[in-house]
């Protein structure tokens, strides 16, 4: 794949796609967690300092996890505070008023648009139903808006590698393109990683966001690479679902809001062919009152939302952390947000911080729950990746990589 090396950027507009997306305050809107933006920095100020005409496009959110579902302003104004220099924001993506901007931009200076998960083409649900090919998604709206105003197109966005969307696999086809600096150091990491995991290595899959743990558990299980997977938060709970245990109407009509149903009977599949290697909570804990009250799993159903794992379950994982050699986290084990439901998220991570193992997190919420608790310096290693370290790790090339891959062939570095 090429990268920033093999181009000369003096006056070239270049099109940068980053990944900024952020857990975000419910009341302001604003970034809680500003890592993924801190991470993208290097690439951006090279841009800068090498004189391109950047234009920035991100995602906030998505048409599945609708209450992240914001504007980029708040990033641009970060963006501004940490390169030092002012980095304009329009809210547009590609229409007339962004494709002015664009065209009026001196060397050096950054422009950031607007959410790109505001054009239907860039959302999951688009994705996942229509499945269109590289060559089909730089036909859209998106891609022919904006192409043909820019030079080059430059991808760091390693957390969305894993995603086949317009901006990340239609811009290889019609652009010459490279990797930006993080993207280039996660893929070195990680195959550093991948060359020899020590066993036995467990996956830890939990948070809201659960399409990606089921994308790949079948997967890490299928080609043991994982030799066990300790499931937490609504993985846990859809599971439990599967081998018929009542929830209660709370936690079972919030799985349905967020149309995550279909993965009850994933997961049947799941268990019928890895029972024994997925390890499933004992109990549960929910909000009551104002405190913490924890329920056995034979002794659901209950009529709260169900928000942690239980006391008995994190001693049960913590056992299983201590015999681990390598060991991936992918979203919390609860609201670890509030006191009352964190005891599962903070535990484990604690658990793993201690561990002699090596460990590798991934993913926004993972990552905050880390900085939350001080405790990134017992981390062997941060990606900004959640779904996209996974299936990396499972062995798939991903998308993005395929598509950067293909433009070398396509189109020859310039220098």
Same mark, same amino acid.
């Given at each position: ?257 967020? #149309?995550?149903?279909? $993965? +009850? ?5 799941? &268990?019928?062919? =890895?029972?024994?290697?997925?390890? !499933? *909570? ?94 990134? #310096?017992?981390?062997? $290693? +941060? ?5 996209? &370290?996974?299936? =990396?790790?499972?062995?798939?090339? !991903? *998308? ?16």
């Amino acid at each position: 794949m090429h990268t920033l090396d093999d181009f000369n950027l003096k006056g070239k507009t270049v099109l940068a796609r980053f990944d900024m997306n952020s857990p975000l305050d419910p009341k302001t809107r604003e970034p809680l967690d500003i890592t993924r933006i801190k991470e993208s920095i290097s690439t951006l100020k090279e841009l800068a300092e090498k004189e391109a005409k950047t234009v920035i496009l991100i995602h906030q959110g998505s048409d599945i996890e609708y209450h992240n579902y914001a504007s980029t302003k708040p990033h641009s104004r970060i963006i501004s505070q940490l390169l030092g220099k002012p980095v304009e924001y329009i809210d547009d993506v590609c229409g007339p008023a962004a494709r002015d901007k664009i065209k009026a931009l001196k060397n050096g200076q950054i422009l950031m648009l607007e959410n790109v998960r505001f054009m239907a083409e860039e959302m999951t649900l688009f994705e996942t139903k229509l499945n269109l090919t590289p060559e089909e998604q730089a036909k859209t709206i998106v891609v022919r808006k904006l192409a043909p105003l820019v030079d080059l197109y430059i991808c760091d966005a390693f957390a969305a590698t894993h995603r086949s969307q317009p901006t990340l696999v239609g811009m290889e086809e019609v652009l010459p393109s490279a990797m930006g600096r993080l993207l280039e150091k996660e893929i070195t990491a990680l195959n550093q990683l991948l060359q020899n995991p020590e066993k036995p290595c467990i996956f830890i899959l939990g948070g809201a966001k659960i399409q990606d743990a089921f994308l790949m558990i079948d997967s890490i299980l299928k080609n043991n690479i994982a030799d066990l997977v300790l499931a937490t938060g609504l993985v846990a709970q859809v599971m439990l679902l599967a081998k018929g245990i009542s929830l209660g109407k709370p936690s079972e009509g919030l799985i349905k809001k967020k #149309n995550l149903e279909e $993965y +009850i009977e994933k997961s049947k599949d799941i &268990l019928n062919k =890895f029972g024994d290697k997925v390890k !499933l *909570p004992i109990d549960l804990a929910y909000v009551s009152g104002g405190g913490r009250k924890e329920v056995e799993v034979d002794k659901l159903p209950v009529d709260q939302v169900l928000m942690d794992i239980g006391s008995n379950t994190v001693a049960k994982y913590e056992k299983i952390i201590k015999n681990a050699k390598t060991i991936f986290f992918n979203g919390p084990a609860g609201v670890f947000e509030k006191t009352e439901s964190e005891l599962g998220t903070k535990s484990i991570l604690f658990a793993i911080a201690g561990s002699t193992a090596f460990s590798a997190i991934g993913g926004g919420d993972s990552i905050a729950a880390v900085n939350k608790y001080n405790l990134a #310096n017992h981390i062997s $290693y +941060i990606s900004t990746g959640g779904g996209a &370290l996974v299936r =990396f790790l499972s062995g798939e090339e !991903l *998308p993005v990589v395929k598509a950067l891959r293909k433009s070398v062939k396509r189109f020859p570095c310039d220098k």
